[in-house]
């Protein structure tokens, strides 16, 4: 239906952005995607055999999900319907639950493409279930989440999850090169101030494209190049792509403890910088310093965890951002340390243990006996003083009678600290045999 800008010719005048004017108009125009949209992607080979399964497009913002999904609804001929998880609530559902049907009984399908998706509580999720299976809906939604932990396995098991990468720099000069295209000329940014331009856009298509467009408004035809301070000056800095409270989050902790655990300290300063940079509480990154202190290195470096606690009554001494520094030196220490799980794997496995054989009493022989009737039942009889015995080592046996030595629940290995350890170890269980304990 016409509406009354178009029908005076207004709407076709009227200053689009250039986000809008660059907007693909077939799948194959999507910059970044090869892998869902390539020759050989997912979504190519299944339109060409003619088959298209409800789906999920899991990816960064600004990495072409709406985009793709539009173009979707073009090649297929179906009839295209958006929502957003955030704004829209069970009556919202049920109208296009209704227009599906009706679309449905007149012989045309209905593409429902669900923008946030995973902002939909699982009641909400479960009602596309019956929609998705009679064919009346083909469900392609679209979240920055994890499906795996945001979605029901229901919807899951109905849809083709598929992945889209954060844009890469050649991806996003590919952006540019078009913008230039459309605008006719090219940004009047010098190479540093377009290696710039490219890192603040942070993989993010919509943001280059944004960015590029405040610098034609900006810069007219004929101006001089500039450079990155002057870029910084023109256009607000984007912060990095770091949600606290969802996968980013998770992501780079893992990616530092695992840096650390890795020995790799130019690394783990490098998450570690990602985090601060994203305004990490520094509290939480300070408690999983310790974490790893204890979990990877242990008591091959016992001075590790003493570092890691300096590091947070440091910062809660100074604060930001002088007290960043000590955080940044506890990595560089955890990072650099010997590594061992020899605390961490004797733990679980005492753990293990202590839950399979219940509440055995410790042996007698090493309980006090404080009263009469314990000192007939044989509380502490026999009992060693180890400071007594020769070597300072009684040999005897601290386990339940029930319970059998076993083989060790602590090994540690020959690294750092621990090598003394494995001597000590080793020297008391040759006194223990030759002691029969």
Known sequence: MTNLFEAAGLEKSAPRPLADRLRPQQLADVV????????EGTLTRMLNAGRLSSMILWGPPGSGKTTVARLLANETKLEFEQISAIFSGVQDLRKVFDRAKLRREQGKGTLLFVDEIHRFNRAQQDSFL??????????????TENPSFELNAAILSRAVVMVFNRHDDAALEALLARAEKVEGRVLPLDAEGRGALVAMADGDGRTIINLAEEVFAALPSGSKPIGRDALTKLVQRRAPLYDKGRDGHYNLISALHKSVRGSDPDAALYWLCRMLDGGEDRLFIARRLVRMAV???GLADPNAVVQAIAAKDTFDFLGSPEGELALAQATIYLATAPKSNGAYVAYKAAMRAA???GSLSPPKIILNA?????EDEGYGEGYAYDHDAPDGFSGQNYFPDEMKRRPKFYEPPERGFEREIVKRLAYWDGLRKKRGG
């Open 32 to 39: 970044g995607q090869d892998q869902i949209v390539g020759p």
């Open 130 to 143: 019956p929609h998705m299976e009679d064919g009346t809906i083909t469900l392609v939604g679209a979240t």
């Open 295 to 297: 979990e990877d290195i």
């Open 355 to 357: 839950k399979e054989h």
């Open 370 to 374: 404080p009263t009469k009737l314990m």
